[in-house]
T-cell receptor, first 114, second 114 residues
Framework: AQKITQTQPGMFVQEKEAVTLDCTYDTSDQSYGLFWYKQPSSGEMIFLIYQGSYDEQNATEGRYSLNFQKARKSANLVISASQLGDSAMYFCAAYTGGGNKLTFGTGTQLKVEL | DTGVSQDPRHKITKRGQNVTFRCDPISEHNRLYWYRQTLGQGPEFLTYFQNEAQLEKSRLLSDRFSAERPKGSFSTLEIQRTEQGDSAMYLC????????????FGQGTRLTVV
């Protein structure tokens, strides 16, 4: 079994600032994948970034980067230069070997302010 | 192919009625997943298919729930004798292969049982 913990129910950031959303995971598997998804109020889950457990470098996708600290079992999402359109719910998720299903955290509601 | 599509987007039903949702995955994706998301929570895994075979079902999937993917393409999720606790967003996702580096989600079907 695995568990994803997101300890920040809500975060505020000013436009153009960077923000870090926390995620820790608990798994005994050696092979796993970590994801971040964005869910706007419209409901769809938008894939942002992926990190494999064997990837040595932190994943980056445009303004998104994943700060992967394997020993601490953390996979924090960093959004640089926040935009008003980044306001949404953000979910951290993981799968383990076999990729059968994703386990999600409870999410962090991000609000970007002027 | 523009992505995973789900129909309907919204469904209001009376308690005790049966409902059926449809998911059309990305055409070349052989894996299809159903998740349920209640208010304030992350999505929870319900079941998944590889081609037409249903390979795993969650304990959340009571015997009132049934899912099919008859030709390995679209899938349906049926809930019989709906209860108020079934009110949730039902999300479908698809991916290519077992070790998917990303699963693409549809926009979901929001079910309200009154």
């Amino acid at each position: 079994a695995q568990k994803i913990t997101q300890t920040q129910p809500g975060m505020f950031v000013q436009e153009k600032e960077a923000v870090t959303l926390d995620c820790t995971y608990d798994t005994s598997d050696q092979s796993y994948g970590l994801f971040w998804y964005k869910q706007p109020s419209s409901g769809e889950m938008i894939f942002l970034i992926y990190q494999g457990s064997y990837d040595e470098q932190n994943a980056t996708e445009g303004r998104y980067s994943l700060n992967f600290q394997k020993a601490r079992k953390s996979a924090n999402l960093v959004i640089s230069a926040s935009q008003l359109g980044d306001s949404a719910m953000y979910f951290c998720a993981a799968y383990t070997g076999g990729g059968n299903k994703l386990t999600f955290g409870t999410g962090t509601q991000l609000k970007v302010e002027l | 192919d523009t992505g995973v599509s789900q129909d309907p987007r919204h469904k209001i039903t009376k308690r005790g009625q049966n409902v059926t949702f449809r998911c059309d995955p990305i055409s070349e994706h052989n894996r299809l997943y159903w998740y349920r998301q209640t208010l304030g929570q992350g999505p929870e895994f319900l079941t998944y298919f590889q081609n037409e075979a249903q390979l795993e079902k969650s304990r959340l999937l009571s015997d009132r729930f049934s899912a099919e993917r008859p030709k390995g393409s679209f899938s349906t999720l049926e809930i019989q004798r709906t209860e108020q606790g079934d009110s949730a967003m039902y999300l479908c996702a698809s991916s290519l292969g077992a070790e998917a580096t990303e699963a693409f989600f549809g926009q979901g079907t929001r079910l309200t049982v009154v």
